[in-house]
């Protein structure tokens, strides 16, 4: 158990660096709305798998937030709450990464680091409640 709480928090601490770029970029000139948008997916997708992690649950090599964020609602239905936040994130793990023709907007790179930052908070404090008393099974 001790070696997936390690690897939990070597998830979490990788997802923590993707979401302090998002928000060290914002004052980037000139604007990188794509690379922020990237980083906040980022963050995302390795939330999640720390979160599987912990639950020892394996996962499917995948950007897919959605896949991911269902894996988590069979762990915990409380997953639901952040499941439509992850559907608008994961198109950026991808898209964001070579030239697509997509353009990003200023509103549109605020939602995503709003979503970022819910999406991060929930994990983040599921795993806290957790990790003070064992995993638990949403029913």
């Given amino acids: 158990m001790e070696e997936t709480i390690q690897s ?42 720390g979160f599987l992690v912990f639950h020892e649950v394996d996962f499917p090599r995948t ?31 991808t898209q964001m990464r070579y030239p697509s023709g997509i353009e990003v907007d200023e509103a549109e790179m ?3 680091l709003a979503a970022c930052g819910v999406i991060m908070d929930f994990v983040e404090n599921s795993l806290d409640f957790e990790q003070e008393q064992g995993p638990q099974m949403s029913m």
């Fill in 110 to 112: 605020k939602e995503a």
């Fill in 63 to 93: 950007h897919d937030l959605v896949e991911l964020c269902k894996l988590c609602i069979n762990i915990d239905l409380r997953f639901h709450e952040i499941a439509e936040d992850c559907s608008e994130l994961t198109g950026y793990g």
């Fill in 8 to 49: 939990n928090r070597e998830w979490l601490e990788y997802a923590r660096r993707d979401w302090q770029a998002a928000n060290h970029l914002t004052t980037a000139e000139p604007e990188l709305y794509k690379i922020i948008c990237y980083h906040c997916e980022q963050a995302i997708e390795k939330v999640l798998k």
